[in-house]
C-alpha cells in the first residue's frame, strides 16, 4: 500500500520562515527608523547646543540685523551645512532668519507660534518634531532649543532633510531584505532537494518494503502449497515430485535431500532430493550427523566452527546444513541442505525459511508413512503379502480405464493351485500356507514392474496385466507355470511333491470391456484350463459370443 503525502506540507517549514521573515523586517524597519530617528535627534541636539554656546558667545543683535544680516550670520556658523538648516524665531513666532531660506521666502513664510516644536520649547525649554515642510517640499525633522541673547529670548531651531535618514533606513532594509531573500531562496533549495532526496529514499525504502512483503506472501504461499500437496501424497514418488517442484521455489537454487530413519532406527537413507544429483552419502548411520546426536540443525562452517557431518564428507568444507525432522515428538528424519562454497554465509531468513520446510516435511512424511502403514494393512494379504481382493477392485477399474484412454492393451490371468484342497488335507494347512507364500514369491519374482498381483481368497490369485497383449499374456502365463512346476517344495524336512498352476487369461480389447466381463471371460479360460488338464495357461478370445474360441499354452510347451 503505498501512502501519498500532500507535497504543500513540504513547504510548511518555508512559508512560515518567510512569515516570521516579513514580520521581523516590520519590526526591524520600525526599530530601525525609531533608532535612527532617535539617534539623528541626539546628533541635532548636540549640534544645537553648540549653536547656541556660540550664539551665547557671539552675543548678535539680532533685532538690529535685517533678515539678510541674520541669514548671513547663521550660515558662518560651522554648524551650518547644505544638509543641516539653523533658525532663530522669536517667541512670537516670527522666523528672524533661516540659512536655506531667501528674503522673499522668509517674507511669505507663516507664523511658527504653532509649530509642535516650537511650542514645545516654548514651554519646557526644548521641542523636537517629523513633519513635512511644505516650503522646502521634504520631510524634515527638527530640534528647537530657547535661549537668551542680550535679555532677549529666542528659540534657536536646527533642522534637517529625512531623506538622509530615509536612505541610510532604505540601504539598511535593503541590505537585510536581499540577506532574507538569499536566506529564503537557499533554504527552499534546499528544502526542496532535501524532501525530494527523503522522498526518494522513502519510495525506495517503501519499494524495498512492498517488495518484501511480497516475497513473503509468495513464500507463504509456497509453503502453504507445499503442505496442502505434501498432504495429498499417496507414495514418496508423488512426495518427490512435489518437492523437486516446489522447495527450490522457496529456497532457492539449492541442492537439498530428505532421508529417513529406517525402522530398526539404525541407519537412514535418502529418499527424497532436489537440485542437482545428491553428492553425499545416501545412507548413514545417526552418529555420522552432529544434528541428530545434538538434537538441533548444524551448520557446518559459521564464525565459531567448521565442522561439517560425516556422511557429508565426500563435499570437503563446503557449506551444508542438517535438520532434524521431527513429528509427534520423534525424530523420523534428516533434511540436508548443501549450499557449495565453504565462505556461503546461510543468513537468517533462509534458515527460518529452512526450518518452516522441515517443519512441514516431518508432519507430512509422518503422516505419508502412517497411510501407507495403514493402506499396506487395508490392501495387503496378511499372509502372502500380496495385495487382497480390495485392492484388486480398485486396480482393475482404474487400469482398464487407462486402457482405454490411452487405447493400449490390458490382460487380466486368474491363477488357481491345482487340487490344493487334496494338498491341504495330506500335508495339514501349515504346509498349505507354506506353499501359498512360495508361489507368492514366485510370482512376485516374474511379472513386470507394472503388474499387480493379488490374492483373492484361499488358493485363488490374480494378475492384472497393463500393456500386455493377448500373446504377451500368455507367454508370461507359460513362464509363471513353469517356474511354479520347477518348485521343489518340503517343511520341516517333510517333501511336498510339485506343485501346479492352471492360469485363466482375458485381454482388453481382444475380450469384453467392462471389469465384470473380463474378470468372468477370464475365469472361464481358468475352468478351460482346469478341464484340458491342469498346469496350464487358457486365454479366452471372442470371435462372437456364442463360440468362444481359447488360446492353450502347457506349461511343458514353454
Known sequence: MTVKVDKKWHYLPVIMLVISMVGGLYVFNTTIERWVNDTMQNYLNGLLEDVIYQVKEDKPDFQALNIEGVADYLSHLSQASTERRISIISLDGIVLGDTSLSHRELSTLDNHANRTEIMAAVDSGYGFDIRYSNTLQVNMLYVARTTVIENTTYVIRLSMPMTLLVSMSSELMSILVILMVLSVIILLITTVLSHRRIENHVLAEQALQEERIQQRTFEIELLHRLANMLAACNSLHEAQKVVEDIIPRILGHVNGSVALMRASRNQLSIKLDWGKSWPAAMS???????????????????????????????????????????????????????????????????????????????????????????????????????????????????????????????????????????????????????????????????????????????????????????????????????????????????????????????????????????????????????????????????????????????????
Open 284 to 558: 548413514y548411520s545417526p552418529d555420522e550427523c552432529w544434528a541428530l546426536r545434538r538434537g538441533k540443525h548444524h551448520l557446518s562452517n559459521d564464525q565459531y566452527h567448521s565442522l561439517p557431518c560425516a556422511h557429508m564428507a565426500a563435499t570437503g568444507e563446503d557449506q551444508t546444513l542438517c535438520i532434524p525432522l521431527t513429528a509427534h515428538g520423534n525424530t523420523i528424519g534428516m533434511l540436508h541442505l548443501y549450499f557449495g562454497d565453504k565462505n556461503t554465509i546461510v543468513d537468517s531468513d533462509t534458515r527460518q525459511l529452512a526450518f518452516t520446510v522441515a517443519e512441514h516435511l516431518g508432519l507430512a512424511l509422518a503422516n505419508l508413512s502412517l497411510q501407507e502403514k495403514l493402506r499396506s494393512q487395508a490392501l495387503s494379504d496378511p499372509l502372502t503379502g500380496l495385495f487382497n481382493r480390495r485392492y484388486f477392485e480398485e486396480s482393475i477399474d482404474s487400469l482398464l480405464m487407462v486402457a482405454k484412454r490411452d487405447s493400449v492393451p490390458m490382460s487380466l490371468l486368474m491363477l488357481d493351485l491345482d487340487h490344493f484342497k487334496r494338498f491341504n488335507d495330506n500335508f495339514g494347512h501349515d504346509a498349505g500356507d507354506y506353499v501359498l507364500k512360495e508361489i507368492s514369491g514366485v510370482l512376485i519374482n516374474t511379472i513386470g514392474e507394472d503388474d499387480v498381483v493379488c490374492r483373492l481368497g484361499g488358493e485363488e490369485l490374480a494378475i492384472i496385466a497393463p500393456g500386455l497383449n493377448a500373446q504377451q499374456a500368455m507367454e508370461l502365463s507359460a513362464t509363471i507355470c513353469a517356474n511354479v512346476e520347477e518348485l521343489h517344495l518340503s517343511l520341516k524336512g517333510l517333501s511336498l511333491g510339485k506343485v501346479t498352476v492352471s492360469i485363466g487369461v482375458a485381454t482388453y480389447p481382444d475380450s469384453r470391456v467392462e471389469q465384470t466381463e473380463l474378470i468372468k471371460y477370464a475365469d472361464v479360460a481358468l475352468y478351460k484350463a482346469k478341464d484340458y488338464g491342469r498346469n496350464r495357461a487358457v486365454h479366452y478370445l471372442e470371435e462372437r459370443e456364442e463360440s468362444p474360441t481359447p488360446i492353450v499354452i502347457h506349461a511343458k510347451d514353454k
